[in-house]
C-alpha cells in the first residue's frame, strides 16, 4: 500500500460547481497534514494546512479523519483559476526532521 | 524578500555525468530539502539538511547526495547519472526542522540522454 494515496483524475468539473478530493494515509503516526497546489509545470505551493478540527478559509474546507486515516478537500464555487493538481501531504515526522510524503495528486480542470 | 532560488533552471547530461545543483533558501529559514518530481507524480523526498547536518534520508542510490553550507544554501550532487535521473528537482526552505510550511524553488529541470 502507498504511503499516500490520491485519485489523480482528472476532474473536471463546471464553473460553480462543488469539488471534493479525498487522500488516504498509511501511517498511524502521522502528525501533521497539508494540501499544495501546483500549477502546471511550476512548483508546489501551500493551499492550506488541515486541522483535527477541520478548517476553512474562504472556498476551500479541510478535513482530517484519524480513525479512517484520510484527509479530504473541499472546494466550492469553482472558479477557472482553480484549475491545477492538488497534491496530498502527509509529514510523519517523529524523529525530529520533515519526511513528508507527497500523494500523486489530483488533477483538476474547471471548464467554462 | 527573494523566495527560494534554485540554479540552473534547465540542463542536459549523458548517461554517466555528473550534476550538481544549488539551492539558496528564503532568509532566515535554516531547513533545506531536496525532492524529485518526475512527469506525472508527486514529488519524492530525497534529503533534508536543517542547521548544515543531514536530517532525514528518502529511498535514494547512493549516488545521490547532499550538503548545506554555513549560509544554509545547498547543493544536490547526482553521480553516474541514468536516464531515469530525468526529472524536476525542487529545493523547499522552511524555518524549522520538523512542522510548517514548504517553501518550493521553481525547481531544476534536469534531462538525461
Known amino acids: 500500500r502507498k504511503e499516500v494515496e490520491q485519485d489523480p483524475g482528472p476532474f473536471n468539473v463546471p464553473e460553480g460547481a462543488t469539488v471534493a478530493f479525498n487522500c488516504t494515509y498509511s501511517n498511524s503516526a502521522s502528525q501533521s497534514f497539508f494540501w499544495y497546489r501546483q500549477d502546471c509545470r511550476k512548483e508546489p505551493k501551500l493551499l492550506m494546512s488541515v486541522y483535527s478540527s477541520g478548517n476553512e478559509d474562504g472556498r476551500f474546507t479541510a478535513q482530517l479523519n484519524r480513525a479512517s486515516q484520510y484527509i479530504s478537500l473541499l472546494i466550492r464555487d469553482s472558479k477557472l483559476s482553480d484549475s491545477a493538481t492538488y497534491l496530498c501531504v502527509v509529514n510523519p515526522s517523529s524523529g525530529g526532521y520533515q519526511k513528508v510524503t507527497f500523494g500523486t495528486g489530483t488533477k483538476l480542470q474547471v471548464i467554462p | 524578500d527573494a523566495g527560494v532560488t534554485q540554479s540552473p533552471t534547465h540542463l542536459i547530461k549523458t548517461r554517466g555525468q555528473q550534476v550538481t545543483l544549488r539551492c539558496s533558501p528564503i532568509?532566515?529559514?535554516?531547513?533545506v530539502s531536496w525532492y524529485q518530481q518526475v512527469l506525472g507524480q508527486g514529488p519524492q523526498f530525497i534529503f533534508q539538511?536543517?542547521?548544515?547536518?543531514?536530517?532525514g534520508r528518502g529511498n535514494f542510490p547512493d549516488r545521490f547526495s547532499a550538503r548545506q553550507f554555513p549560509n544554509y544554501s545547498s547543493e544536490l550532487n547526482v553521480n553516474a547519472l541514468l536516464l531515469g535521473d530525468s526529472a524536476l528537482y525542487l529545493c523547499?526552505?522552511?524555518?524549522?526542522?520538523?512542522?510548517?510550511?514548504?517553501?518550493f524553488g521553481e525547481g531544476s529541470r534536469l534531462t538525461v540522454l
Open positions: 539538511y536543517y542547521e548544515k547536518e543531514e536530517r
Open positions: 523547499a526552505s522552511s524555518k524549522g526542522s520538523r512542522h510548517g510550511e514548504l517553501f
Open positions: 532568509s532566515g529559514h535554516k531547513s
